[in-house]
């Protein structure tokens, strides 16, 4: 198995433009979860899928963000318009629909917004 | 108000010797506790999950322990090698009808030295 993959590894933009992060679950997962990590806050839930249905989205910091599972096997979040404040690894994550299994984390994405 | 607070903050140690992290957590009633690992650059990875009911769970050279009583985990490190190099997280899931919230805490970072 390939592993949580996540695309694209880096991502520079400028403030205000639109971004989309992806990433495609280790098949069999049903469940997906979006993180976001930086040196000031650390690691941060932004928002977690069980089949394919958002169950938790308190992490996500606000409306310019968004998060989507279409299908098992991708999703998508976005931040329109982009900040600086928004630059950090973005991590996603799958599991078996269990808080007990263990999570089985991407590579990252790291975003810059200049 | 979770909180998870991990000490110290960082450690050097030499190769060969042998450490322990500490892992102090307020969040009650709690679900399940972790520990990961995570290299510069890359993503965590899940060393150990316990439950409130388990005390010790071990994973190679790694051994975690749990006291549900006094809120405290620790992870030991026996006999370390270079690549034990990194930051370790302990995350600590509440007890809920999801069973997938996570209260993080800010990482130990360990540097091992030849």
């Known amino acids: 198995d390939a592993g949580v993959i996540q695309s694209p590894r880096h991502e520079v933009t400028e403030m205000g433009q639109e971004v989309t992060l992806r990433c495609k679950p280790i098949s069999g997962h049903n469940s997906l979860f979006w993180y976001r990590q930086t040196m000031m806050r650390g690691l941060e839930l932004l928002i977690y899928?069980?089949?394919?249905?958002?169950?938790?989205d308190s992490g996500m910091p606000e409306d310019r963000f968004s998060a989507k599972m279409p299908n098992a096997s991708f999703s998508t979040l976005k931040i329109q318009p982009s900040e600086p404040r928004d630059s950090a690894v973005y991590f996603c994550?799958?599991?078996?629909?269990?808080?007990?299994?263990?999570?089985?984390f991407g590579p990252g994405t790291r975003l810059t917004v200049t | 108000k979770n909180q998870v607070e991990q000490s110290p903050q960082s450690l050097i140690i030499l190769e060969g010797k042998n450490c322990t992290l500490q892992?102090?957590?307020?969040?009650?009633?709690?679900?399940?506790l972790r520990w990961y690992k995570q290299d510069t650059g890359r993503g965590p990875v899940s060393l150990t999950i316990m439950t409130f009911s388990e005390n010790t769970k071990s994973n190679g050279r790694y051994t975690a322990t749990l006291d549900a009583d006094t809120k405290q985990s620790s992870l030991h490190i026996t006999a370390s090698q270079l690549s034990d190099s990194a930051s370790y997280i302990c995350v600590v899931s509440p007890r809920s009808n999801y069973g997938q919230n996570f209260v993080f805490g800010p990482g130990t970072r360990l540097s091992v030295l030849p």
């Open positions: 892992c102090n957590y307020t969040v009650s009633p709690f679900s399940n």
């Open positions: 994550a799958s599991s078996l629909p269990s808080g007990s299994y263990e999570q089985y």
């Open positions: 899928f069980n089949n394919n249905v958002p169950i938790d």
